[in-house]
Antibody, heavy 120, light 110 residues
Framework: QVQLQESGPGLVEPSQTLSLTCSVS??????????WSWIRQPAEKGLEWIGR???????HYSPSLESRVSISADTSKNQFSLRLSSVTAADTAVYYC????????????WGQGTLVTVSS | QSALTQPPSASGSPGQSVTISCTGT?????????VSWYQQLPGKGPKLMIY???KRPSGVPDRFSGSKSGNTASLTVSGLQAEDEADYYC??????????FGGGTKLTVL
């Protein structure tokens, strides 16, 4: 059973960079069949896809966040990370990491999520 | 405002059927059969219930079914049970390596 766990600071100051890491167990992020994704959910709102990375290094980002987002992977640690720069209060949300299964064209496993608040 | 439109709430009594809609555009949901549905319990991450419009992952009860017509997809829960009470979200591939989600529907079992 694949498990994903988000970690990182719960509070980030405005204009700073949000950094989160997703640790994957029960499967390797080096497998070619998957992309590793970040998705967020502001309070009382819907989900928003942020971006994804393949073990080959290929990345795709949401057009609305592309200028501020970077996703990287560390296959030796079986982890992947999110960096979101120049944050504002609008970036306050629960951030989820998830596995995108290419054969099913869907996000089949999700982490529990971690709340990040942008405030001074 | 979410890219896909869902009703904020839906409800039904135990044993009844409930259908939740998810409306997109011809540029996303209407163009691709990559629609998924997720169940989210309070304080938990979403759980995949339906993928590729109609397919159920292993372990998901066959009471859950999906369909699509034009720019609207639907999730039907038959034989409602108390444990089905949760938030449900739809998602769709939107082209150009972009994915969109709905705003979520809170399903209440009366």
């Amino acid at each position: 059973q694949v498990q994903l766990q988000e970690s990182g600071p719960g509070l980030v100051e405005p204009s700073q960079t949000l950094s989160l890491t997703c640790s994957v167990s029960g499967g390797s992020i080096s497998s070619g069949n998957y992309y590793w994704s970040w998705i967020r959910q502001p309070a009382e709102k819907g989900l928003e896809w942020i971006g994804r990375i393949h073990s080959s290094g290929i990345t795709h980002y949401s057009p609305s966040l592309e200028s501020r987002v970077s996703i990287s992977a560390d296959t030796s640690k079986n982890q992947f990370s999110l960096r979101l720069s120049s944050v504002t209060a609008a970036d306050t949300a629960v951030y989820y990491c998830a596995r995108y299964q290419s054969f099913m064209d869907t996000f089949d496993y999700w982490g529990q999520g971690t709340l990040v608040t942008v405030s001074s | 405002q979410s890219a896909l439109t869902q009703p904020p709430s839906a409800s039904g009594s135990p044993g009844q059927s409930v259908t939740i809609s998810c409306t997109g555009t011809s540029g996303d949901l209407g163009s691709y059969n990559f629609v998924s549905w997720y169940q989210q319990l309070p304080g938990k991450g979403p759980k995949l219930m339906i993928y590729e419009v109609t397919k159920r992952p292993s372990g998901v009860p066959d009471r859950f079914s999906g369909s699509k017509s034009g720019n609207t997809a639907s999730l039907t829960v038959s034989g409602l049970q108390a444990e089905d009470e949760a938030d449900y979200y739809c998602s769709s591939y939107a082209g150009n390596y972009n994915w969109v989600f709905g705003g979520g529907t809170k399903l209440t079992v009366l």
